[in-house]
């Protein structure tokens, strides 16, 4: 049979204390960051460029070929009538050529006596000159003035930082209260006695 017990639990109070300290501390801080301003300015340059200029004299060209006195306008529109006539001459001389093949003269006999006649290249060069044009050049010249970029950087700073005061705090908080458990550790309690299903009647002894 289990006996009657009883067990007592006293639990104490149970408290948090939070301390905030006190400080210093600059309000609205992130207006206050400094600031700063990057300017650019872009670079660049200035080329000036004077072409080469090419010199040509055709003095001694056209002395070679007795027009020293011409100006070279005047010489090439008589050059221009001497090459028409040459072509005349050549055409004449063509078709010339081509009597002679009728008549049954070879190109070989043609030749000979085109050669006899003083047809020659060396004739036909006559009309070039001896001399070629005398070319200078002048120097041209190339200038590149650059400037470089800048960049300007302005820091922007509070002179003035007033700082603000920000007192402490203590604060109490009761996380569990004071109280009394009162636990009954024995097996159950039957009345009348009778009604404990282990109950068992007393037995009388009807001998005596």
Do not use: C
Request: no cysteine.
């Amino acid at each position: 049979m289990n006996s009657n017990l009883l067990q007592i639990t006293t639990i104490p109070i149970s408290i948090e204390i939070k301390v905030t300290n006190a400080k210093y501390e600059y309000p609205d801080a992130t207006e206050r960051q400094p600031k700063v301003n990057v300017t650019n300015t872009q670079g660049g340059y200035v080329m000036k460029a004077d072409p080469i200029k090419v010199n040509i004299d055709t003095y001694q060209a056209r002395k070679s070929l007795g027009y020293g006195h011409m100006n070279d306008g005047d010489m090439m529109a008589q050059k221009a009538q001497e090459g028409f006539s040459l072509a005349f001459q050549g055409t004449a001389r063509v078709a010339s050529e081509g009597n002679m093949l009728a008549r049954g003269m070879s190109a070989s006999e043609i030749a000979i006596q085109n050669a006899r006649a003083g047809a020659t290249v060396e004739t036909i060069m006559e009309f070039l000159p001896k001399e070629g044009a005398d070319i200078t050049f002048d120097g041209g010249t190339l200038s590149i003035d650059y400037q470089m970029g800048e960049q300007d950087i302005d820091w922007e700073t509070m002179n003035q930082l007033p700082m603000e005061f920000v007192p402490g705090s203590v604060e109490l908080i009761v996380r569990d209260r004071p109280r009394v458990e009162i636990e009954y550790l024995g097996g159950p309690i039957y009345f009348p006695r009778s009604a404990d299903p282990e109950y068992k009647p007393p037995v009388l002894d009807v001998k005596g």
